[in-house]
């Protein structure tokens, strides 16, 4: 299903960008997810393992930690956002906030990868904890600091203007800003 009309990706090639990342990122923490609900039961209750079925459930307390890890950080795409306005002599630019994601992009595909070489390889039971952990730690930065940029009043701004109509998401009726 096309969101947009193709005259759209037309007069704004750079929307086709756009809208590619934010569906691959929502669908590689989707996917994710579901992958770790799903196979995790499996895997754990067999051998070597052998886990009671009702301990397979556990691995929902490494999502949680990894979720309460990332939360004293959601305070730094500000400081960080003032921290280079400050370099660039009071400017402030929408891009400022995109350095803080770079973390959650080495960290989250990291603990995919933790997850699946932990599973083929039959490895110790912390590595599928520590793979889920890391990628929830990624989508919780992940989220927190797109939301953060997408309700920026800079972003907003220019929101409204042709240029940048590859950030504007799908449903973004709040998005109404005016300056």
Partial sequence: ???????????????????????????FIGLGALSFN???????????????QIS??????????GFFLA??????????AAYLTRRNNGIREAEMRLVILLPAMVIA???LICYG????????WFGYMAGVAMTNWG??????????????????????????????PPSSSYLTYVN
Wanted: with cysteine.
């Fill in 38 to 52: 799903y196979t995790f039961p499996l895997i754990i209750t067999a051998p070597p393992y052998n886990w009671p």
């Fill in 1 to 27: 299903m096309e969101l947009y009309p193709p005259s759209f990706h037309a007069m704004f090639p750079t929307a086709r960008c756009g809208i590619c990342v934010r569906f691959v990122n929502i669908q």
């Fill in 109 to 111: 595909p990291a603990g």
């Fill in 71 to 80: 939360f004293p950080f959601t305070f730094v795409s500000d400081r960080v």
């Fill in 117 to 124: 070489m932990t599973a083929q390889n039959k490895g110790h």
């Fill in 139 to 168: 989508a919780y930065w992940y989220f927190t600091n797109t939301l953060v940029c997408s309700r920026s009043p800079s972003v907003l701004r220019a929101l409204h203007t042709p240029t940048c109509a590859a950030v504007k």
């Fill in 56 to 65: 397979s459930g556990l691995i929902a307390c490494a999502g949680a930690a």
